[in-house]
């Protein structure tokens, strides 16, 4: 649906804006352009007051639109300009712990760009470019997250895997832990999406910190990245069998790996972690350890799923699986954005995969479907398939 | 058995002080040293040897411990099987002390007259110290079936290691217990019967080499990735260090502003101490007993304060 902005109105700051310090600002008249460029230097933006957003962009401009992945929310909603200056405002409530990305819609003469917020210098990237980055009261940008000079890092190595099953050379990126040693035994995680989750997810730091902080053991993690993601990610036989039967074998014969199904996990996101339940439905035990971030899980319950024909291979498998549901692993977690729309699939699945036995650890987070989102719950996802020695190691 | 002297530091990464100690004992010859805890990294000692300024003597258990196994395959296939017990004994242990501890701070933080809420509270703490008492009885009582039954140290793989190390601890008044994984370090300590050899020796545990000197292995992380954070009666200790529960690191572990939480923690660990071993810190039993140098104690109230001088 293509979105119409609403009339840009120049309007105060509404009563329940008072005590915000854009309400301050205004004031009841026009601010002076030097009131505005000190409001401007003083201030963090979005400014976050409890549980009030405002976004603040200032420019000439015949209109400028908030827009952003809040799933419930308008997804596009105008800015109010302060009458008699060029300065654009727009108060949201976020509940507490929020993270939300966004752009501004710019219209000026007869166009209209999408840009980043320039008065907020936080933004994430993803495989489509960059988003500015709101942070409500009481979200924390996790300490593990950061790369820490302290911290022993670990090493990559490219590798290419001749495969029958999708008939032809694949590559993938080992990951070894630091301070790796041949004489150990190691879990092996695989990676859907691997060089996405390290460019815009922090995998590889993530997975220095974890390890060094003793949250995880040592793990070695083959980071794979599909050649066609929509044919290989919805429900393909021959993903599966590349992954289950010549990935996977092809590592334990060459690395130190545990070679059992406790010792191996199969994760992604989105469509990746479609791809990771459709190959343990495909191979079930083979990977004891399964992490799910946002699955793309269509499904219907009665005729056709309203998600497009795109979905219909990923609804079919997962109808099938919803008819007769059977432990696909050991353990699994499953996390989603209360900000997405796929809250209601992940939601539905959990306990689909609870009745089958499985051990299934399920959380969400006021987030959209993002990278930062996945990477903010890494640690407990992974601590929870691969728990590490942090318990019983005192330096 | 009998040691003459036990000294308890805390992580010596950092801020390393083992040197200033060991100088400090005035004790000539080697400094015989256990690295077991570190597992397949116990052989990187640089750091230990240059503290040591080339005095150590790595009595090195783990590799041993590795040699064993290959020599004697019934004797590593018990110990495994032992050591998975133990596994599914804690989760059975964690599956009780968690409501337990639940329902202990629960009435800590109920509203209602004193006079009927202090006795449910000494209950509720009565029931968790059951808890852990009974884990640790039961811990023992499989490592003592599996010392009955596999008689460790009369196999000729173990007799003939600890012949060597015994060899090598003549050589040695003073021995040195590194951190590292506590179980690891506990079980190859044991496996060699080391408590018994180290009579009459001056023994200086560092970290988990702390820990596992003391009657009870008590492990704790106030803010782990999955799960409250209760702290967990891992395993038995030797017992070398009497009356206190060794905590290294405390300041990065235990959240040291939450008073209530320590509270409930001296309570439960008591009438042990609960010893903070941050970097820098030094304990002393001379026999009698302790006294301290930058360490610190949990005491029964929550607040934190500096050893001094035990009980």
Known sequence: MRFVPARQEQRLPEADHQGLAIAELVNGTAPTPERIARFIDEHDFPIVEGTKCTFVFQ?????????????????????????????????????????????????????????????????????????????????????WIKEDPSTPKGSLEERVIHSRALEGQRSVTLYRPARYRESRRYPLLVVHDGRDYVRFASLTTVLDNLIHRLDIPGLIVALTQPADRMEQYRDSAAHARYLAEELVPTLEADLPLIGAPAGRGLMGASLGAVASLSTTIRYPKVFGRLLLQSGSFAFSDIGDHDRGPVYDPIADMVNRYRADPFPVAERVFVSCGTHESLI????????????????????????????????DRLREGLAFLFPGPQWWVYY | MKSSRIVLLGPQGDEPTLAAVVRDLRLPGPVATIRAGWQEWESDDAALQSQLEGAALPLELYARAERVWSADPELRVAHREMQADLRILRNLYNRQLE?????????????????????????????IQRIDGRHLRTIQDVQGDFQARMRPLERPAVARERTEIARELGRAAVVVVEGGHAAVLYNRMALFGLPDLLAGKTVIGCSAGAMVLCRRVVLYNDAPAIGRGHAEVGLGGFGLAPGLVAL????????????????????RLAPDQCALLDPGARLDWDGVSWSGSRSRRVEVDGTVTPWGHAA
């Open chain 1, 59 to 143: 420019a000439e401009a015949r209109g400028v639109t908030l827009r952003h992945w809040v799933y419930g929310l308008p997804t596009a909603v105008p800015l109010s300009r302060v009458p008699g200056t060029d300065l654009w405002y727009y108060v949201l409530e976020l509940p507490e712990g929020s993270r939300v990305e966004y752009k501004f819609e710019v219209s000026a003469g007869r166009q209209s760009d999408w840009i980043r917020d320039p008065l907020n210098p936080r933004v994430a990237h993803d495989p489509f470019g960059a988003n500015s980055v709101c942070h409500a009261a009481g979200y924390e940008t996790p300490d």
């Open chain 2, 99 to 127: 409501p337990a501890a639940e329902a202990w701070m629960a009435l800590l933080d109920a509203d209602g007259p004193e006079r009927l809420l202090d006795p449910e509270r000494e209950a509720a703490l009565e029931a």
């Open chain 1, 344 to 375: 209601y699939e992940n939601r539905s699945l959990v306990p689909l995969l609870e009745r089958t036995g499985m051990d299934v650890r399920y959380v969400e987070a006021r987030d959209g479907h993002n990278w930062e989102n996945w990477r």
């Open chain 2, 248 to 267: 290294p690191d405390a300041g990065r572990r235990l959240r040291l502003g939450d008073r209530a939480r320590l509270r409930r923690l001296a309570l």
